[in-house]
């Protein structure tokens, strides 16, 4: 292929799938997905003004670009309604955001509690960036993050996961109650 081809969702797709058949190290998967995701949102052909639909009851919108049948290598774009967020929550899987339009105001959390509780977690503040296009947010499995668009237009990020976070076992935390419990999401 031609090096000025642009860089599509299938060649990206593509490329994932060569990733993930040669390592599971996660590490090493966000070490080589962050760069190419970037490359796609610098590679603006995939974008469509739908992306920007977003649910006022969730208060964002998931727009799947790709998954695989088996549910890995979900790749989405999510917008975000201004004043809207996500609450604090894993993935059960690897993720990689980066910014498309906007600013989202991500904060990272680790885990203080021992985990013997299945439905109870205690979270401290790790770190907090003002991500923009092109920023990068990289989690392991377990990584703990929420969202927030502070801005008062629509933003939108493109989010890759290891599988489909609907399919994983994954979870959001109450920051003032402690409490732990399922985060299922509506896919537009
Ligand atoms: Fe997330």
Redesign the pocket.
Known sequence: MEASAPYTVDRYVEDLRLITRETYNEDEIIGQVTPLAQRLVADANWRDEKHYEASSEQGFGIHVLHEEPDHTLAVFAISWLPGRG?PA?D?GTW?V?VGVDGVERNIRYRRLDDRSRPDYAELEVKDGIQAGEGDAICMKTGGI?S?QNETDAVTLSL?TYGKHVNHTDRSQFDLETNEKKDFKVRVE
Do not use: D, E, I, T
């Open positions: 996500a929550h993935h993720a955001v993050h969202v989010h």
